[in-house]
């Protein structure tokens, strides 16, 4: 979708939400032929609500990417998302969308945006090999192709939900101590830089007692409902060495995922 | 024109006397300007606004944990009162709160028995004499210390920081928890809020500015992203998760959208000067509420309406999000805030008028008077007005500030900063 259609699609939205509108009446004569332009210029409702999803869904995908995302706008988007939801529940339409169901690869799309943002605990059970090689997909160069798949196939159910729950999950840090995605991110983001490679580096400042599933959950049951915590007097420990350049060359990909997992 | 993306300020405040404006900006540096002392030699310059003092408030810092850069942007600063010689702010950004005192020093001691004037040690044997040091003149010298460090209380960003009337305490909110401190103690606050569910799939609101009542030491209001206003009691219970005090305005059914929620989110919240009221700032509105009356506010000023029918296009540019703050002037008879194409509106409360004016270079020029300015919404445009399709929305004015007790207002303009006083008739 060109960047010129996008924007001519969402003045029509625009028209469209003012007053939330449901259906354009098209009764009397003396309207008939504005209306019948009008008709066409102004897409169906459903079809700018789907629209409006889609945009809102991209937008939290977008919120995944980011290094540390605006909760509140996030809040905000994913309330919206459940709100268009809710309409298209009781409409009937969201029946509809079910049915169209995905195929294989685009399984392959849903899965790996899920397992993107699971806790910890979830991740240590083993299922990082799979987001790896996604990722190594996109990294060849489908990923725009990866986005509208992931858009136009997220509207079931279970997709979205999943979304919020894991995107809170994301914003959580206290909680994720030993997200591994991060880690991935840091690195994926380094592989446009092919230089000698300083694998060492990337992983030298990081205490591995930290990764260890029991330090995580116990550290989360302590965690009461204290202004100051503990735990987070570690980023002032390892901010000595904040100009570490990490640069991993593609081929030491395995061998990282390697070390994520066994940690 | 290119300007370096950390030039952006992000926050604007008078002191309580008005004699000191402080800016924050995007690359973590504090900008304090000091007003001229009025000289009967040059009436015109009529306290003028100088820099006074410039530091490094707060640095980038990475988080190796969570892989996380944080910010080094300041969101809030806010000014202590004047206690001694001394001036003392509250800066802070995402995570980390500072107090820094910014001090003068224009005498220099002299006369030192144990050392010569470079410093370096004299030779024992070589004094005979005891002398008193002596305070000699020297180039006044602005000099700004970080006094006090607060961090690592705060787990999502510290959106809001309130300097409490007993000028003991303060807090500091972030989107989901309120935190107590006291100034002097840097490695404890109290969680007085705290609005985080237990499963954060269930996550539906944050906080998004909380402030404490002017007079009343126990009260404080924070506001949420659903458009409400709690009033909470710190005397009621340690942790305030039950409010004394729920503002909210029923929703209008005629106008609801799927865009109702996002422009029901309160961007800031200000106490008036008495004590008696609060303004709220949503995308389109400015509210004005008194406390004594819960279910609505006693009066909505539109600022940008002919924006309702562009919300979905400011949905998609993000644009929707943007948080405007508001501020009263001394006698809180007068209220303002920002909009885009650099515009920010005025509001008399008495009167009902309302104005509309500029910040930009090319219609200001100094000490020119400010014209108003307007935005045409329907088809036929008048020579001077704008048009809502040519409104530039890059140029936005988040921060304002009022003088305490004079007619000068602080506008900044992205990377600019504007400083409008009353004319001198």
New interface residues.
């Given amino acids: 979708m060109g960047e010129e259609e ?2 001519h699609q ?2 029509l ?8 509108l449901k259906r354009k009446c098209f009764d009397g004569e003396e309207d008939i032929e504005g209306t019948l332009a009008g008709f066409k210029a102004i897409p169906s409702y459903n079809l700018q ?1 789907q629209s ?1 999803l889609d ?1 809102s869904l991209v937008k939290l995908q977008l919120c995944h990417m980011l ?2 995302p ?4 996030s ?2 988007i ?3 998302v459940r ?2 939801q809710e309409e298209m529940t009781q409409d009937g339409t969201w029946q509809m969308i079910n049915t169209q169901s995905a195929g294989q690869t685009s399984l392959d799309r849903l899965v790996s945006t899920d397992i993107l943002c699971r806790s910890s605990k979830e991740q240590a059970e083993g299922k990082l090999v799979p987001v790896y090689s996604t990722f190594a997909k996109d990294c060849e160069g489908t990923q725009s192709q990866d986005n509208s798949e992931i858009m136009s196939t997220v509207t079931s159910p279970q997709v979205p ?1 999943n979304l ?2 894991n995107m ?2 994301m ?7 030993g ?1 591994f995605q ?2 991935l ?2 690195i994926f983001e380094t592989l446009e830089n092919k230089s000698p490679n300083t694998v060492e580096d990337l992983f030298s ?2 205490d591995n007692s ?1 990764y260890d599933l029991d330090t995580v959950l116990t550290g989360m049951m302590s965690n009461t ?5 503990d735990l ?5 420990q ?2 000595a ?2 100009n570490s350049n990490c640069k991993s060359d593609l081929n030491e990909l395995d061998h990282i995922v390697e070390i994520l997992v066994e940690s | 024109m290119a300007f370096p993306d950390s030039d952006i300020i992000s926050t604007v405040e008078f002191n309580h006397t008005g004699e000191l404006l402080a800016t924050g900006d995007k690359g973590g540096r504090v900008v304090i300007f000091q007003r001229e002392q009025e000289s009967k030699n040059q009436p015109h310059r009529r306290g003028e606004y100088n820099v006074y003092s410039t530091f490094q408030s707060h640095e ?11 910010e080094e942007k300041i969101n809030k600063i806010r000014w202590l009162p004047q206690q001694n010689a001394a001036y003392f702010l509250l800066s802070t950004n ?1 995570k980390t709160v500072k107090l820094w005192k910014v001090s003068e020093r224009d005498k220099r001691p002299e006369g030192y028995n144990l050392k010569d004037e470079d410093g370096r040690l004299r030779d024992p044997s070589m004094i005979t004499m005891l002398r008193v040091p002596v305070l000699r003149p020297m180039d006044l010298m602005v000099e700004a210390t970080p006094r006090r460090v607060f ?3 705060h ?3 510290i959106n809001s920081i309130s300097v409490n009337s007993d000028y003991e305490t303060y807090m500091s909110a972030d ?3 309120i ?2 401190w006291n100034f002097e103690i840097t ?5 007085i809020v ?1 609005i985080k569910p237990a499963n ?2 269930e ?4 906080i ?1 500015a909380a402030e404490f009542h002017p007079h009343h030491c126990n009260t404080f209001v924070y506001s949420s ?1 659903k458009g409400t206003i709690r009033l909470c009691d710190m005397r009621a219970s340690a ?1 305030c998760d039950r409010h004394s005090k729920f503002f909210e305005e029923p929703e209008d059914p ?6 109702s ?2 422009i029901s ?1 309160i961007s800031d919240v200000k106490f008036s000067h008495s004590g008696r009221y609060i303004m709220t700032r949503d995308y389109l509105t400015v509210k004005v509420w008194d406390l004594n009356m819960e279910n609505r506010p006693i009066e909505t000023y539109q600022v940008h309406d002919y924006l ?6 400011l ?2 540019n ?1 644009c929707i ?1 943007d948080k405007f703050e508001c501020v009263w002037n001394g006698s809180d008879s007068v209220i303002m805030t920002g909009s885009y194409n650099n515009f920010f509106r005025m509001f008399d409360r008495n009167t009902k008028r309302d104005v509309t004016l500029e910040a930009s270079r090319e219609n200001s020029k100094p000490r020119a008077i400010l014209k108003p300015r307007k935005v045409c919404v329907g088809g036929k445009r008048r020579k001077d007005e704008i048009s809502v399709d040519s409104l530039d929305f890059s140029k936005k004015i988040l921060h304002t500030a009022w003088h305490p007790s004079e007619n000068i207002i602080a506008v900044a303009a992205t990377n600019n900063l504007y400083i409008f006083q009353d004319k001198v008739n």
């Fill in positions: 996008g924007l969402t003045q939205l625009d028209t469209m939400f003012v007053r939330g609500r409006l945009m290094v540390e605006n909760l509140c706008r809040v905000l994913a309330n919206t709100q268009i939900r919020q729950s809170w999950e914003e959580n840090p206290q909680e994720n101590r997200n991060k880690s991110d840091q400042e990081v930290y409902k204290m202004g100051h915590c987070e007097t570690f980023p002032s390892t901010s060495n904040s | 980038p810092e990475f988080d190796y944990l969570k892989s996380l850069e944080i995402d961090a690592n209380a787990t999502y960003h989107d989901l928890r935190n107590l490695n404890q606050s109290f969680n705290d954060m799939e996550l539906t609101e944050v998004t992203s942790l005629s106008n609801r959208s799927f865009f929620e996002i989110s309702r029918s562009k919300l979905c296009s949905y998609e993000d999000f």
